[in-house]
């Protein structure tokens, strides 16, 4: 009785932890898995928060509040046209998944845009794509994110004039 419990329980986690994904993560994931070159994680809130401290990025662990989980996919910028997709059409299907533009960060040779479908308590999405000259990084993350952090001296930072909490 007991193991059947602890596997109805395993069952019940992975069940909700699928369903938190958004449709969109999980179409970049289903369109690029088999690629090469294509890697993907998932970490809880607690484990995403200590990886931002000891990676030295305290201006993202500051800003990054109450974490619920993190996903993050790398793609490597050829595999978009091997798959015929561009980066332009997947924001497309963000914004079919209700993902509302939140701010665009331009870094050097990076173009950081943030994207929110808000939920209640401080449990919303955020979708982060990260282009660079070589690759996408495709970030999800469920929690809240102060925005007021992420604006240091030597980027620039444009945003949308709504106020999301």
Request: aromatic share 10%; with cysteine.
């Given at each position: 009785?007991?193991?059947?419990?602890?596997?109805?329980?395993?069952?019940?986690?992975?069940?909700?932890?699928?369903?938190?994904?958004?449709?969109?993560?999980?179409?970049?994931?289903?369109?690029?898995?088999?690629?090469s070159?294509?890697?993907?994680?998932?970490?809880?809130?607690?484990?995403?928060?200590?990886?931002?401290?000891?990676?030295?990025?305290?201006?993202?662990?500051?800003?990054?509040?109450d974490?619920?989980?993190?996903?993050?996919?790398?793609?490597?910028?050829?595999?978009?046209?091997?798959?015929?997709?561009?980066?332009?059409?997947?924001?497309?299907?963000?914004?079919?998944?209700y993902?509302?533009e939140?701010?665009?960060?331009?870094?050097?040779n990076?173009?950081?845009?943030?994207?929110?479908?808000?939920?209640?308590?401080?449990?919303?999405?955020?979708?982060?794509?990260?282009?660079?000259?070589?690759?996408?990084?495709?970030?999800?993350?469920k929690?809240?994110?102060?925005?007021?952090?992420l604006n240091?001296?030597?980027?620039?930072?444009?945003?949308?004039?709504?106020?999301?909490?």
């Amino acid at each position: 009785m007991k193991s059947f419990l602890l596997f109805l329980s395993a069952m019940l986690f992975a069940a909700t932890c699928s369903l938190a994904q958004s449709d969109s993560y999980l179409a970049l994931k289903n369109k690029f898995s088999d690629q090469s070159d294509v890697y993907s994680f998932s970490v809880g809130g607690w484990m995403g928060r200590a990886l931002l401290k000891m990676s030295g990025e305290h201006e993202f662990s500051e800003a990054i509040k109450d974490l619920k989980h993190i996903r993050i996919i790398t793609i490597p910028e050829e595999a978009f046209s091997k798959q015929h997709v561009s980066l332009r059409g997947f924001k497309k299907i963000l914004k079919q998944d209700y993902f509302e533009e939140l701010a665009v960060i331009r870094d050097m040779n990076e173009e950081v845009s943030i994207y929110l479908r808000e939920g209640g308590n401080h449990k919303n999405h955020y979708f982060v794509l990260v282009e660079s000259d070589h690759d996408v990084v495709a970030i999800e993350l469920k929690g809240y994110i102060d925005l007021k952090q992420l604006n240091p001296q030597t980027t620039t930072l444009a945003s949308n004039q709504q106020t999301h909490r």
